[in-house]
Antibody, heavy 119, light 113 residues
Framework: EVQLVESGGGLVQPGGSLRLSCAAS????????MHWVRQAPGKGLVWVSR????????TYADSVKGRFTISRDNAKNTLYLQMNSLRAEDTAVYYC????????????WGQGTLVTVSS | DIVMTQSPDSLAVSLGERATINCKSS????????????LAWYQQKPGQPPKLLIY???TRESGVPDRFGGSGSGTDFTLTISSLQAEDVAVYYC?????????FGQGTRLEIK
């Protein structure tokens, strides 16, 4: 089955850190841009970050710049998101998604992992 | 940033009837060198990730029923469901991939009347 599977979410206190993983099975992430998108409970979709196929180019939303770091390990077919200095407003389901080319649509998406920032 | 605005926020349509969702971008997402609109549509059902329906504003993803259609160019786009089925109840999002930050519309909730 072709899928992306996120993990690493959970409950963390404000100011804390988490590392999300996105493991691909039945498909390769090698050669593709990979992205993170988040969705706060009951809210819409918000793009977070992207990384190019060899990991040399990254882009971030202003809301996470300087706090989040996207990375990848093509040998492990896995994408990561290191989240530091977490805030209550970072509470969301985090999805990883693959994009073909520098600018393209998201497909497929993972099932998502919930991050809750609360004391 | 390109702002995407969908209308309406919610919509109730009878089974078998047409549903129309609009999406407007704050600047054109038409890339002149290839004449393509960098606009996608997604469907999201409760507890599920978004599912790609349409890309390049009007190209239906493989496996998506042909009752789903996308149209428009530049700054104004439309998603049309020609004959609403019960399984189409969902929230629909448009998204531009013309420039970063990629941005989504706020979503349109589609229900059965």
């Amino acid at each position: 089955e072709v899928q992306l599977v996120e993990s690493g979410g959970g409950l963390v206190q404000p100011g804390g850190s988490l590392r999300l993983s996105c493991a691909a099975s039945g498909l390769t992430i090698s050669g593709y841009w990979m992205h993170w998108v988040r969705q706060a409970p009951g809210k819409g979709l918000v793009w977070v970050s992207r990384i190019n196929s060899d990991g040399t180019t990254t882009t971030y939303a202003d809301s996470v710049k300087g706090r989040f770091t996207i990375s990848r390990d093509n040998a492990k077919n896995t994408l990561y998101l290191q989240m530091n200095s977490l805030r209550a407003e970072d509470t969301a389901v985090y999805y990883c998604a693959r994009v073909y080319g520098d600018y393209g649509w998201f497909d497929p998406w993972g099932q998502g992992t919930l991050v809750t920032v609360s004391s | 940033d390109i702002v995407m605005t969908q209308s309406p926020d919610s919509l109730a349509v009878s089974l078998g009837e047409r549903a129309t969702i609009n999406c407007k971008s704050s600047q054109s997402v038409l890339y002149s060198p290839n004449n393509k609109n960098y606009l996608a549509w997604y469907q999201q059902k409760p507890g599920q990730p978004p599912k790609l329906l349409i890309y390049w504003a009007s190209t239906r993803e493989s496996g998506v029923p042909d009752r789903f259609g996308g149209s428009g160019s530049g700054t104004d786009f439309t998603l049309t469901i020609s004959s609403l089925q019960a399984e189409d109840v969902a929230v629909y999002y448009c998204q531009q991939y013309y420039s970063t930050p990629y941005t989504f519309g706020q979503g349109t909730r589609l229900e059965i009347k």
